[in-house]
Structure formats: structure tokens, C-alpha cells
């Protein structure tokens, strides 16, 4: 502790603030740098909640004494608290949904609640209830859902119920069978309200399932269908990749109705029988006049000539019905008039006699297995005029776009990339501090001058008789004798600070008019560093011995 105030003490002020605030920024950097690696590591746990339901997550999590930050709407919190958080929140009800459904009618009591106020109540009630139902959904983030109800006015005939529910998804949109069963459920749940009264609107803005949409079950949704089957079976055989299908349909667009009507006559059957049967006879009375005696039984006309004829006639009619066969077909639109599949199949890899990769196209047989398969999956027709063209060949490799994405070696050690970058930038940190600042701070100051080392003789060089004396070096000690200036040696000029390097100081008491307190003193100004450390010399000194 000693040797750094001495230290401290030989710097000047220049030095002083350069050492502090070099020592300040080191050690800020460091506790910065401790606090970064020693922070967690924070993912999301929920994100666009509103304020009241974010309130509830933050107090929960204060309670809890779990580390946690607030970045705009969404709250962070330690990657690996993050899922069991999310299960206790959830047993606590947290987030808990803003729309409230049933349990508004628990506030309402029988006194001083009139019937407006329970209708509206209930109507809240009830579009909370749909909005909770829609929220259930994992693709749902948020919904809302606004009845408009004609109430119980009697004078109102004309007025239908509508509704229209207004959903925020994670994918920021949703399908029209999605909004078309969105439509059925608050269509169900409101007496007297249809689907077609209900309109749904995505996060987008934009309104989902609109009437002028195609409907449903088209030819593209079934030749959709079909594709996905001809898939199925083709990559479970040739690998995912190596089959193409496409599948055309075409589809009845107009109402068609045909009346057939067949006779066969061949087949009969008597269904009545009518017999007539007729007699006739005829007399005649032949010769004389006719006169009044002729009339008269005993006349004259008795005894003449006469004749007779007598005649019958039988007649049958039978009556058939032939066998008749009436048909009438109607053809409605969407009615399938024929299929058409082109499959398209990837060869496979062979090695050649000089062990080089060649192309191999697939045999018939198994072209002709494949075909029978594509066949029974699309419900081929040849009555119909379906057709079905299968090939193979070779496919086009497609050289992927950009840079392929690999895991680096650090992912693949599982080492966390950011954490070894803090510990190594810590690293560095501490030994620039330790080397530069740390180490000038402790190090040993240079070796004390305790004894001037005796400077080179002054020319002329001196006698045989004083070189035979041993040229005693500055002690630090004051003699106890008279003070002799002869005895001093001649201190050299030569250092670094001197003015003039070629100079040397006079030998004390050779005729100098100078006073030699005088000549002392400016040698002590001129080497300061070198009188300190003789001081402190005799007062470390004086301390040992005491």
C-alpha cells in the first residue's frame, strides 16, 4: 500500500486524471459486461394482450419474483421459466379474455332493473359467450362479435336480425370455410337469424365468405382432391419428388333434363276380351196381289207361295298392352362430364459397366401398376371418355437459389453463441485492465538511487595518487567530520535532462570563489528524484532502527 502512495504521490496531475479515468472506464466496462452475462436469457410469453389482461400477467409475475421485461405490447420472460409460466398462468385463468359472457347477469338483482337494461345485458352476454367460443380456436388471437337484434317491438315486421363478428388471427387472414362456419355458429345461437346475415371480417380489414364467392365443391376443389390422392400413392412407390400429377375435370354448367321412352314388342299382355254374337231370319209371302182378301187369314191370299232365311254372326275382340319403359334424367351443374390425368414420373439411377451414374427409365410393368392405381384413385370412366396419360422420364435437378442453410458448428455442439462472445470480450476486457492499468498501479518503482554511482573523472584525468584511493560514492550519510570539498567527486552532466550533455560540474574546493552549500543545493535541484529517494532512504531507515 506503501509503494502505490509513493507512486501515486511521484505522478503530477496530468497523469493522476488520466490513471482515474482510465480505472473508471475499465471498471465500468467490466460491470457492464458482468451485468450483460450474467442477465438471462428472455423470450416472448405473450404478445398483443391488452392492458388490462398485460396487468394481471405482470402482477402475477411480480408475485412470483420472476424476472421479466416489457417490450412494447409484448412481456419477456427467462427462456427456460417460460413454458411452466405459461401452464401456472393458465391454471389462474391469465390472460384472462376481456369479453365477458353469462356472468354479467350475476350483477343484475330483481330490484330497479327494468327490462331494457336485462335485454341489453343479455345481448352482451351473448357476444361475449360467441366471442369466447371463437377465441377458443388455436388460429384465433382475438375476436368480437356485434348482434344486431329487433328486439321485442311488436309494430317492427319487416326487421331481420343481423350480426357481424370481426376476428384477428395469427396468420392475418382466414379461409372462406373457416368464415363460413364462423357464419353457422352465431347464426345458431340467435333465433331467427340465417348465415347469410352474418358478415365476417379477417385482421386485414377484409370481408371473408361474401356471397359473390365461388361455392364450394368446384372442379378445382375436386381436382384438387384427386391430386392429393394420385400423390399419396405415387411417393409412397417412387420417394417424395420424383412424381408430378395434374388433373383436369370438366363439369356440367348448365341444367339438363332428358325424357326417354321405351316400347318393347316383343312383350304384351291381354288386359280384356269383348265376344259379340248376332242372329237374323227373314219370311216371305210370295204370289198374287195384294188386296184386302189377300190380308185376311182364311182370303184368297193364304194359299199362295212364300220363303224364309235365317243368318247369325259371332264377333271377339281382345285387347293388349305392350310393355313401355319412361325415363327422365336431369343434369344439374357440377355434374362430372369427364376426367383427364397426366402424371408425369421420375426415372431411376443406375451404375453403368464403367461405375458412372446413368439414367434409368422405369419397366412396364411397373408403369403399368402405377397406371391401375391412378386409375381406381380418380374413378376412371372409359364410358365417359376419361383419359389417363402416364410417362416417365428424367427430371430437371433444379440447383438451389441463394445460400443453403446449414447449422453452424456452434448449434451443433449446442454451445450459445452469444454467451461465449460475453465471456471472451470479459476476457479481454480484464486483461487490458490488468496489464495496463492494474500492473502499472502495483509494479515495483525503479530501483531506488540509495548511492549516486561515482560519475567519470574530469579531464584532466587524475593523478596516480588520487586514482590509488577508492572513489567513495554518495551514502545518503552526513559525516560526522569537517566537511572537505575536495572529497567530492565530480558529478557528470551527461544525463538525459541535462541542458549540456558535454558539461560537468567543477570538483568541489579547487579554488572555486562558489560557495559549496550553494554548488549543494543546486545539485539537489538538479537531480530531485535522486535527493527523494535519499530522503526516503534515511527515513526508512530511521524507522527500522527504531
Known sequence: MQQIVNIWSAMDIQRRVIVVVATLAMFGAVLSLTRMASAPSLTLLYSGLENGAAGDVVTA?????????????????????????RMTLASEGLPANSSKGYELLDNLSGFGTTSQMFDAAYWRAKEG????????????????????????????????PSASVSVTTTGGGISAKHARALKFLVAAAVTGLTPEEVSVIDGSGNLVGAAEEAPENTS??????MRQRVQRLLEARVGPGNAVVEISVDTVTQTESIRQREIDPQSRVAISTDTEERSNSASDQGG????????????????????SSQTSETRERVNYEVSATEREITNVPGAIKRV?????????????????QVYQPR????????????????????????VITLKTM???????AGTVSEPSMFASLGLDVMSIIQAVVLGIVAIVLGLFVVRPLLSKPPAAAGQLSAPEPAIPAPSSAE????????????????????????ISGGGADSANAGEVLPALGTGDPVDPVERLRGLIGERQEETVEILRSWLEGEEENA
Open 467 to 490: 586514482s590509488a584511493d577508492a572513489v567513495q560514492a554518495l551514502t545518503g550519510e552526513i559525516a560526522e567530520d569537517n566537511f572537505d570539498g575536495a572529497d567530492i567527486p565530480v
Open 394 to 400: 428424367q427430371f430437371e435437378t433444379i440447383a438451389p
Open 363 to 386: 419397366s412396364d410393368e411397373e408403369l403399368s401398376a402405377l397406371r391401375e392405381l391412378v386409375s381406381s384413385a380418380v374413378g376412371f370412366d372409359e364410358a365417359r371418355g376419361d
Open 129 to 160: 359467450e360467441l366471442a369466447r367460443t371463437i377465441v377458443s380456436h388455436p388460429a384465433v388471437t382475438s375476436a368480437r362479435v356485434h348482434i344486431a337484434n329487433i328486439g321485442t317491438n311488436p309494430f317492427q315486421r319487416n326487421t331481420r
Open 220 to 225: 378445382e376443389d375436386r381436382a384438387d382432391a
Open 340 to 356: 383427364t390425368v397426366a402424371v408425369l414420373v421420375n426415372g431411376t439411377t443406375g451404375v453403368d459397366d464403367t461405375g458412372a
Open 288 to 307: 198374287g196381289d195384294v188386296t184386302v182378301a189377300s190380308n185376311l187369314p182364311d182370303g184368297d191370299a193364304a194359299g199362295g207361295d212364300s220363303s
Open 61 to 85: 409475475l411480480e408475485q412470483r419474483g420472476v424476472a421479466y421485461d416489457v417490450r412494447g405490447g409484448s412481456i419477456f420472460v427467462e427462456a427456460a421459466r417460460r413454458d411452466e409460466l
